[in-house]
């Protein structure tokens, strides 16, 4: 994957170069750099496998007139994603009162201009690679259509559990699933039992009973 993907990401760059005019072209040789990178290799290929569509340094005119830069832009239908991989210090540590209030105000006039938005840190990036491709996968199917390769070979209610799972910011419990397939309480344990067989769930909590449930590291990666 690696020589494939120098190889890709070298005719990418370079082609965006060769289209690019002024600021984005200044911003594309001297602000793409380890953390835009990164998110390409180690998020996005894996996942993606190909680099089409995603425009660097993509230009945004917001409804006052103001331009701004997104790390990528995704441009396809039914609608593009911007997305940003954040270091802490340009944009935490370092930013004064205006600086933050600007950054929001920019935020708000992408969303309100129709697009989507992720946003990545470059810590993030670096120490947990896997997990930022599963937002990777996640806007593929709920923004794009598009299934996930992994989840169609298991079950369709097991794909349902596992995709509740992955929305889920905490846990998930028998009850919630219950909720989201509608179905009983032993139909959903049963199918429970079985993900966590398949080592794509591992339970949180209990210790006579297991009462809550995560996706596991493979099951992050369907």
Known sequence: MGKQFESEYRAWLERHIGESRGERLRRIK???????KSFLEHVWWPVVGNLDDLHPEYEFIDARGKYSYMDYGYIRDPGPTCIECDGFGT??????????????????????????????????????????????RRM???WYGQERPGLLEIPLYQREIVRLAARSVIPITV?????????????????????????????VSGIKRICAYRLTKYGRQL
Not at 30 to 36: C, I, M, Q, S, V
Not at 110 to 133: A, T, Y
Not at 175 to 203: P, W
């Open 30 to 36: 001297d602000r793409h750099g380890f953390g835009e």
């Open 91 to 136: 944009h935490a540590r370092d930013t004064d009162r205006y600086t933050f209030m600007r950054g929001l105000d920019r935020q708000n006039e992408i969303v309100l201009g129709g697009w989507n938005i992720l946003r990545f840190s470059v810590d993030k990036l670096k120490e947990d690679p896997v997990d930022c491709q599963s937002f990777i």
């Open 140 to 142: 593929m199917e709920e």
């Open 175 to 203: 009850e919630m699933a219950c909720d989201c397939l509608g179905k009983k309480e032993k139909f959903v344990r049963r199918e429970i039992r079985e993900l966590v067989e398949k080592r794509i769930l591992a339970g």
